[in-house]
């Protein structure tokens, strides 16, 4: 800014000498030409973030569905065992695996900003993709894997992996992977709560509901185990050890008896 107060003052001074026009052509012209790709570069590189996706308020709901109790849902799953980047989540799984993926996701990009600023919003949940989402997009990761290619479902009599491959058979097909962002459903799920420290990649960005009362959604997976069902079975089992131990007190009384026999056979020598 003080360059260019410094600028605007000496115009006319520069402006008479041909070293001074020089100068104000290069300040004016050449130098924004040279420092525009670079914050061009910058903007697009900011908005594969997840904060950017989440800057416009419709995409709130799809930003708490990555937080479903429930490893059901793909994205909710993928995010939370962080299987894709936390901070570009949105971009990573929704850029096509194609030479002009990336390309096709910024003019996409670009028609949801025009959208969002022309006030022709769809309604929660009913914003669509533009097309099926192609398997590429989930083998970009787990093509070649253990997981994937070692699914007994995924090679089996009603799916052929090879058509997997393909694309003849969709991953998000009806009984497969179809259970996605479900906005639909969004309040009567429970949701998962971060316990990390502030700033973390997971934490939410947008404010979640207040939890549901207990016992008003079906009991969910656990994403990360089941180590909270196998504590009451220690529990259980512990009682089995005091119901031992009273026979083991009963038993005690057959050695005292046993003892005044060895006292009545002593006189007989």
């Known amino acids: 800014m003080v360059f260019a107060g410094w600028l605007y003052w000496s115009i006319p001074r520069l402006s008479a000498e041909r070293g001074g026009r020089m100068l104000l052509?290069?300040?004016l012209l050449v130098l924004p030409l040279l420092?525009?790709?670079l914050g061009v570069a910058q903007t697009l590189q900011a908005s594969q973030s997840r904060e950017?996706?989440?800057s416009c308020?419709?995409?709130?709901a799809y930003e708490q569905s990555l937080f479903y109790e429930d490893s059901e849902f793909l994205p909710a799953h993928h995010f939370q065992n962080r299987l894709v980047p936390t901070e570009t989540a949105c971009f990573s799984c929704h850029t096509d695996y194609t030479l002009y993926g990336n390309v096709a996701a910024k003019l996409n990009g670009l028609k949801h900003v025009i959208v969002h600023f022309t006030g022709q919003v769809p309604e929660k949940g009913e914003i669509k993709l533009?097309?099926?989402y192609p398997n590429a997009n989930c083998l970009k990761c787990h093509a070649g894997s253990r997981a994937f290619d070692g699914v007994a479902q995924h090679d089996?009599?009603?799916t052929k992996l090879d058509d997997l491959y393909s694309n003849r058979i969709s991953c998000s097909n009806k009984g497969c992977h179809d259970s996605a962002h479900a906005i639909g459903e969004q309040g009567e799920l429970e949701l998962w709560r971060p316990t990390g420290r502030a700033g973390s990649p997971v934490a939410p960005m947008v404010e979640l509901p207040a939890p549901l009362p207990a016992g008003s959604a079906d009991d969910s997976d656990d994403l990360w185990?089941?180590?909270e069902e196998t504590e009451p079975a220690k529990a259980e089992d512990a009682p089995a050890d005091d119901e031992a131990a009273p026979a083991k007190a009963e038993a005690a009384p057959a050695k005292d008896e046993a003892a005044?026999?060895?006292d009545e056979e002593a006189p007989a020598p």
Do not use: I, T, V, W
């Not at 308020?57 to 709130?60: Q, V």
């Open 25 to 27: 052509l290069l300040a």
């Open 35 to 37: 420092l525009m790709p």
């Open 52 to 54: 950017f996706c989440n």
């Open 57 to 60: 308020h419709e995409m709130g």
């Open 130 to 132: 533009y097309s099926p």
């Open 156 to 158: 089996s009599e009603e």
């Open 225 to 227: 185990g089941d180590e």
């Open 260 to 262: 005044p026999a060895k």
